[in-house]
């Protein structure tokens, strides 16, 4: 009885990442999470296909390898690289730029430049608004009646 399975492809890339300001410095223990996503559909949110994980703190510039299965890559698809680097849960680090992934090239070592995430600061006042001095502007910035 013919077997019908397909032995897995597994093929490795290794991606080089590094951060847009040049020497920028990571906490120890942050996560840096590397994915090959399908985002062929643009309507709806990308497949990860394979992701590779590593901690680590220091200089912002590693060669992160990432394994997948070739068998799952399809002529005519689009496939993209991203890279976002967390600590104890807080972005700190994402590729703003797509990274298209091709298949059939896949001898060269590509790079992913990550973009630091700007950590808003919580906003005082009503409903995430500017506080507002009340005793001379009033509550809804105009003119305060006496």
């Known amino acids: 009885m013919p077997c019908?399975?397909?032995p897995q492809l597994i093929k490795t890339l290794t991606v080089d990442i590094a951060s847009s300001e040049?020497?920028?410095m990571l906490s120890p223990d942050?996560?840096?999470s590397l994915s090959l996503d399908d985002v062929s559909l643009a309507d709806a949110p990308a497949v990860s296909l394979a992701t590779s994980q590593l901690l680590l703190g220091g200089p912002?510039?590693?060669g992160l390898a990432l394994s997948y299965d070739e068998a799952r890559l399809h002529k005519g698809r689009d496939?993209?690289?991203s890279v976002s680097i967390t600590h104890n849960g807080e972005l700190?680090?994402?590729n703003t730029q797509q990274h298209a992934f091709d298949p059939e090239q896949v001898d060269a070592r590509p790079l992913v430049i990550v973009e630091p995430v700007?950590?808003?600061s919580p906003t005082p006042g009503i409903h995430g608004g500017n506080l507002i001095d009340q005793a001379t502007q009033g509550i809804h910035g105009g003119n305060l009646m006496d």
């Open 92 to 94: 700190l680090f994402i």
């Open 22 to 24: 040049g020497a920028a």
């Open 60 to 62: 912002l510039r590693l």
């Open 4 to 6: 019908n399975i397909q």
């Open 118 to 120: 700007a950590n808003p």
């Open 30 to 32: 942050s996560l840096v």
């Open 79 to 81: 496939y993209a690289l």
